[in-house]
């Protein structure tokens, strides 16, 4: 695995009780962070990858 970083953010209660949750089912709040990351980053990936349509330029002449 790559050099890890440590970022610190702040949940409303109700996302960190559900975290909580997670933990007690054997997940942990990191792999499930990571992983769900992992996961949007990808959709976005493919997403950008299709050609967006060539519109209009604004400056043109």
């Known amino acids: 695995m ?3 970083v ?6 409303p ?3 960190k009780t559900q975290l ?3 933990k007690q089912q ?5 792999g499930f962070i990571r992983a769900m990351l992992e996961r949007e980053f990808a959709k976005s ?3 950008s990858a299709t050609p967006f349509p060539v519109g209009k ?5």
């Open 20 to 22: 909580d949750n997670l």
């Open 13 to 15: 209660a109700e996302l």
């Open 6 to 11: 440590r970022i610190v953010i702040q949940l």
């Open 57 to 61: 330029r604004v400056n043109s002449r």
């Open 2 to 4: 790559p050099n890890l």
């Open 45 to 47: 990936e493919e997403k």
């Open 26 to 30: 054997g997940y942990t709040a990191s």
